[in-house]
């Protein structure tokens, strides 16, 4: 075994939603190395497991989760070669978007201020300001169910609003490669300075949350319903719908996370009643 493994560990301090349960299992591999053997160990065991990035769109319940949580977000790294920047999947989104524009690369400046890791990204293609993960991905590493590792190109992402192959066929992230084109450092910083001002502006960044708690439904946006239906600052125990954007639910103080989950329900099933509109939770409940 060359990774380090802890039992019975609290999983919220490592979630950005700051609540959820304990793991039966813990680890923190530091390289693709590690994770991998992490992985044949967890699955020679027969032992339940889940691979997660910065866990900043994700919920553990309070019963905790009884299998191995492997946070791959220690596995950093990244370089850039011919426009292409090739990172591990534990490498963070934003920093992703600054090595780019360090290297005079545009294509990544969305990614600034995104608190995922390129794992929970291309996982969920994330996006934010008009670009999205599809759109710069090139290609990954995976590791398969069978421990092979395997190399799936852009095409056979299926990338979709937040959603990818990754939702429906079980293989871990190891390293990405996005594709880039040439720009001009000073604009590309300018962009991350100006997305990054406007993250500000808007979103409750003082308060633990993961983000938009809901899907953007088509033909309308989430926060504006759940605004338009009066529920700003509406809380469940220590959960509320953010009074600065509608579209966050925040910990507002020790929340739990059956509060947050039961004010997701809430939320939506009073839209729902009040607009016809169903909100689904963008928010990945893990049992
Ligand atoms: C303040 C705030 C602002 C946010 N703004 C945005 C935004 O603008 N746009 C946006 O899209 N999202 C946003 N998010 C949500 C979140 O940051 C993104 O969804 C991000 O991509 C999740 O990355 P993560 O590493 O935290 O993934 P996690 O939450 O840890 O995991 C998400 C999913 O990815 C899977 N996963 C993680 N790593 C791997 C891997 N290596 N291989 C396979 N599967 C893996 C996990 O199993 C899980 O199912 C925001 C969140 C917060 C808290």
């Known amino acids: ?24 299992y813990f680890c923190l591999p530091k390289t693709a ?22 866990c900043s769109n994700l919920l553990f319940t309070d019963e905790g ?17 011919d426009g292409n920047i090739t990172a591990y999947c534990g490498e963070t989104l934003s920093s992703l978007a600054r090595v780019a524009c360090e290297n005079s690369l545009t ?42 590792i395997l190399t799936l190109n852009n095409e056979e992402m299926d990338f979709g609003y937040r959603k990818s192959v990754l939702n429906r066929k079980n293989l871990v992230l190891l390293s990405a490669e996005f594709a880039c084109q040439k720009g ?37 946006y989430a926060g504006a319903l759940i605004e338009q239906c009066g529920l700003k600052g509406l809380t469940v125990g220590g959960a509320q719908v953010s009074v600065k954007h509608a579209g966050f639910i925040i910990n507002v103080g020790n929340a739990t996370a059956t509060d947050v989950i039961a004010l997701l329900k ?4 009073t839209v729902f009643e009040k607009t016809g509109v169903r909100l689904e939770p963008e928010i990945r409940v893990i049992v």
Do not use: W
């Open 184 to 220: 001009e450092k000073a604009a590309i910083r300018a962009r991350m300075d100006e997305l990054m001002a406007k993250r500000k502006a808007s979103q409750p960044l003082e308060y633990p949350s993961c983000g938009s708690a809901f899907k953007r439904p088509e033909g309308h």
């Open 107 to 148: 294509g990544l400046e969305f990614c600034y201020g995104i608190p995922g890791t390129v794992g929970g990204g291309v996982y969920m293609n994330a996006g934010a300001y008009g670009g999205e993960i599809s759109q710069a991905f090139r290609c990954g590493k995976f590791l398969d169910e069978n421990n092979e």
């Open 266 to 269: 809430l939320v939506s099933d």
């Open 33 to 54: 190395e590690e994770l991998i053997s992490a992985l044949r160990y967890f699955r020679e065991h027969g032992e339940k497991h889940i691979v997660v990035g910065n």
């Open 1 to 24: 075994m060359n990774f380090s493994l802890e039992e019975n560990i609290s999983l919220a301090p490592y979630c950005s939603m700051k609540a959820g349960g304990k793991a039966k």
């Open 65 to 81: 989760y009884d299998g191995a949580v492997i946070i791959a977000a220690g596995i950093r790294g990244s370089k850039s070669e």
